[in-house]
């Protein structure tokens, strides 16, 4: 990945733990669920180290002293629906007083091109800090549908966190978007012959929401 110097790919062995478990096709919906919400608090743990600060006074037990604190409400996550959903609770939790946008997209099973069927944004979009999310960065055409969408609202400060990306997602987002900083959990193999990725943990989608047994 050494040609794309915004891409971070975590490695950590307690994500990639999770990961391993997320892989898992017997792995229930409701700890599949969990999991995910957890390795996006990890993730986000490294994909939100530069998030914006401000100066608060405050007292205490010794002396006032001025502190940092996130400006929360200068952050945006933009989950890219369905599965984005899935990752939204464990960041929420990091900053409660971030704003969540919602953009819908989903990928033609024959062609594997991203339709869009839903888009609610805040609307100061160029004054925030926008973290799109979404677990699987495969062909990476819904994740540079997602940035193009939000450019075209004004976003300026973008950001993409995913949980698994191909090689061939990472290669397509990075030409489309070679600024833009992109963390992974996880590396993987390729894509196959119906554009999932190998060895990946099948539709991320039916997954988490359990919509196929
Ligand atoms: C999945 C996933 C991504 C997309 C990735 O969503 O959550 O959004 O596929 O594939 P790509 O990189 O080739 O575009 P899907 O379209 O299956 O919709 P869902 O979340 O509603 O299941
Ligand atoms: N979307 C998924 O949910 N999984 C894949 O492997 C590829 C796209």
Redesign the pocket.
Known sequence: MKQYPNVTVLEHPLITHKISILRDKNTPTSEFRQLVKEIAIMEGYEALRNVPTKDVEIETPIEKTTVKMVRGSKLCFVP?????MGMVDGLTELIPTARVGHI????DEVT???HEYYCKLPNDLENLEIYVI?????????????IRLLKEHGAKNLHFICIIA?PE?IK?FCEANPDIPLTVGALDRQ?NEN?YICPGLG????R??G?VK
């Open positions: 890219i629906l369905r599965a984005g819908g997209l989903y990928r594997h091109e991203p979404d677990p699987m960065l495969a062909t990476g055409g819904s994740a540079i549908d997602a191909a997602g397509a894509l554009a539709d991320a989608g039916d988490i929401f919509t």
